[in-house]
């Protein structure tokens, strides 16, 4: 079983940064796709951006492509979502993911694990 913790989140003014940490444990994190999803209040989760296994394979959703960066280091079961430029609808409980399957998807219901979710706000 895995378990997935994530860290990082916290008020921020608009144009600012946050960096958000997933740590893994109780599996073999190089095995695992990782993926960062956001939940705002009312709304539905949200796909944010994935990193294959390897890391050698990122995707992000348009609405933060150029902003936020992926990326895992498979040594310390960590993956990394940096975020720049950020902006009030960035606001969301962000939720890291991990699935065991080859392929990546972007669906939410073919992940495996899921952490607590941190909560980022971006203030105007």
């Known amino acids: 079983q895995v378990q997935l913790v994530e860290s990082g989140g916290e008020l921020v003014q608009a144009g600012g940064s946050l960096r958000l940490s997933c740590v893994a444990s109780g599996g073999t994190f190089s095995m695992l796709n990782m993926a960062w999803f956001r939940q705002a209040p009312g709304q539905e989760r949200e796909f944010v951006g994935q990193?294959?296994?390897?890391?050698?394979?990122?995707n992000y959703a348009d609405s933060v492509k150029g902003r936020f960066t992926i990326s895992r280091d498979n040594a310390k079961n960590t993956v990394y979502l940096e975020m720049n430029s950020l902006r009030p609808e960035d606001t969301a409980v962000y939720y890291c993911a991990a699935s065991q399957r080859i392929l990546l998807f972007r669906n939410p219901n073919v992940y495996d694990y899921w952490g607590q979710g941190t909560q980022v706000t971006v203030s105007s």
């Open positions: 990193i294959r296994r390897s890391g050698d394979i990122v």
